[in-house]
């Protein structure tokens, strides 16, 4: 079976045209999940740029959670 030759090119032509719809709709996903990652490594950055509690300040917490648990205690009737 011979085809007309306008066939083939008509056939080409499509085949390229859905090969870069494809390929640029999968460039373009690409690029978006790229900046998304991004973006979570900047709020991961933005987190972590907070000063971490020193050991003081970690001991006073803790002193003041036993002094809170002495005054209910007190509160409460319950000798120590």
Same mark, same amino acid.
């Given at each position: 079976m011979n085809q @007309? $030759?306008?066939?083939?090119?008509?056939? !080409?032509a499509f085949a390229v045209l859905c090969v870069g719809i494809v390929s640029s709709? &999968? *460039?373009? !996903?690409?690029r @978006?999940?790229?900046a998304l990652k991004h973006a979570? *490594? @900047?709020a991961v950055r933005q987190v972590s740029d907070a000063p971490? $509690? &020193?050991a003081t300040s970690?001991?006073?917490v803790a002193d003041l959670k036993e002094r809170v #648990? #002495? *005054?209910e205690a007190i =509160? =409460?009737?319950?000798d120590l």
């Open positions: @007309d $030759p306008n066939f083939y090119i008509i056939i !080409g709709l &999968s *460039l373009r !996903g690409w @978006d999940w790229i979570e *490594l @900047d971490v $509690p &020193s970690r001991i006073e #648990k #002495k *005054l =509160a =409460a009737g319950i």
